[in-house]
């Protein structure tokens, strides 16, 4: 029912005031965070001033910025817009990070390589099929790097997580976008029809971002069966561990059948690791080597490196996350059914709410509420991000979104 419904598409922010919060201070800042966008280029910014990726590089971001945004969240506002984990690293990843501190005065390449190690042997495949980046974004950039130039195309989905777009854009050339479908999907009918013999990069995000969408498992195992032998396809799985969908099989699978295919994870979602930043790849031996080529020297710091280990030795933990943020995301479309607010069908921890209206006054008057919610995408300007909290996070923002959206009884 929602997917019949959600050819609509919208996004909003907001924030709120709370205890000493002043909302005057907090509207003084936003106006001077709308001012920026405007001048810097829509989409630039993320929460509240966060400099998006390399377009922007070498603009400061002024620290009353980060002052005001902690300030907001000491005094009871909710975060719901980076979709990030709220429960945090498991036990033993905080053991190792209290432990690798010790270290923290010498190089960290006696952590890089146990790590690498170890996701080789997690995912059962030679270490120089693995290799590392600060966080998956940075895998992102690795690759722009390695295969984006004037006379190699890369294709991708519109919306998608946008890091590959922009670290192509900073080399000069813009991505070919085809825009997903009425249900949020990547219309690979549609990408296929547009690779060439100058495609060298085809970009799929699954479960998307911002969409949270998982492709149908027979359309993008036969899309990637069908492509040229001299295309390459990103996969990027960052929201892999979330998916409860019983056909969703990792595109590892192409990999192990000897496909141009290269599969990026990150510890930033499930892990609760987005501030200590690592991610991976997993892919043939010769294109990790190409990969590799662009890392930057000590791209794994030990915290990071310490921490992911012990994460990847705790599978009990991330399933528990899992089970964690479905509940919490059933709270969320419960909600939205019974207001009869469509979404895209989610397999992450975060939902697309189609609002049917600009998003931008939604987001603030959120904000005024203390709550931070996503974003608006260019590509979808009345669809809502919301990411997905504890239950008693989502709990609150059902409340909140029946005063903000007049609903209230």
């Given at each position: 029912m929602n997917e019949q419904r959600?050819?609509?598409?919208?996004?909003?922010?907001?924030?709120?005031?709370?205890?000493?919060?002043?909302?005057?201070r907090l509207l003084g800042f936003v106006g001077r965070g709308g001012a920026a966008a405007g001048v810097l280029g829509s989409g630039a910014w993320g929460h509240w001033g966060e400099l998006?990726?390399?377009?922007?590089?070498?603009?400061?971001?002024?620290?009353?910025?980060?002052?005001?945004?902690?300030?907001?969240?000491?005094?009871?506002?909710?975060?719901l817009d980076s979709n990030e984990n709220p429960f945090g690293m498991c036990g033993g990843a905080r053991d190792a990070l209290i432990e690798a501190a010790e270290e923290a005065n010498r190089y960290p390449g006696e952590y890089q390589s146990k790590l690498r190690r170890r996701i080789a042997d997690y995912h059962g495949v030679p270490v120089d099929q693995v290799a590392t980046g600060s966080g998956s974004t940075d895998i992102l950039r690795q690759a722009a790097g390695a295969w984006v130039r004037s006379d190699r195309s890369l294709v991708q989905a519109r919306p998608t997580f946008e890091a590959l777009g922009f670290y192509s854009r900073a080399r000069g050339f813009d991505a070919v976008g085809i825009p997903v479908d009425a249900t949020g999907r990547h219309d690979l009918e549609a990408m296929r029809a547009v690779i060439g013999d100058d495609t060298k990069l085809v970009y799929v995000c699954n479960p998307g971002n911002p969409t949270g969408t998982l492709m149908s498992q027979s359309a993008l195992d036969s899309f990637i069966e069908d492509l040229p032998s001299h295309v390459i396809v990103l996969v990027d799985e960052a929201y892999h561990h979330?998916?409860?969908?019983?056909?969703?099989?990792?595109?590892?699978?192409?990999?192990?059948?000897?496909?141009?295919?290269?599969?990026?994870?990150?510890?930033?979602?499930?892990?609760?690791?987005?501030?200590?930043?690592?991610?991976?790849?997993?892919?043939?031996?010769?294109?990790?080597?190409?990969?590799?080529?662009?890392?930057?020297?000590?791209?794994?710091?030990?915290?990071?490196?310490?921490?992911?280990v012990a994460s990847l030795n705790d599978e009990k933990y991330h399933l528990s996350q899992r089970?964690?943020?479905?509940?919490?995301?059933?709270?969320?479309?419960?909600?939205?059914d019974a207001r009869g607010f469509a979404y895209w069908e989610s397999q992450t921890n975060f939902v697309m709410i189609m609002l049917g209206r600009d998003v931008r006054p939604t987001i603030s008057a959120f904000r005024e509420?203390?709550?931070?919610?996503?974003?608006?995408?260019?590509?979808?300007?009345?669809?809502?991000?919301?990411?997905?909290g504890t239950v008693d996070q989502m709990k609150r923002f059902v409340e909140e979104f029946d005063e903000v959206m007049g609903m209230a009884s």
């Open positions: 959600a050819s609509q598409a919208t996004s909003h922010q907001s924030f709120s005031e709370t205890g000493e919060w002043s909302r005057r998006r990726l390399p377009e922007l590089m070498g603009t400061s971001v002024p620290p009353e910025v980060w002052e005001e945004r902690k300030t907001a969240r000491s005094a009871g506002a909710i975060l979330y998916v409860d969908d019983p056909t969703y099989v990792s595109s590892l699978a192409h990999i192990e059948k000897g496909r141009n295919v290269l599969v990026a994870r990150t510890f930033s979602k499930v892990y609760g690791m987005a501030g200590l930043r690592a991610g991976y790849a997993i892919g043939p031996a010769p294109l990790i080597e190409e990969l590799r080529v662009q890392r930057l020297q000590n791209n794994i710091n030990a915290i990071a490196g310490a921490c992911a089970t964690l943020n479905a509940d919490a995301r059933k709270i969320l479309t419960d909600g939205l509420r203390g709550v931070y919610v996503g974003r608006p995408f260019p590509d979808v300007p009345t669809n809502l991000r919301v990411s997905i």
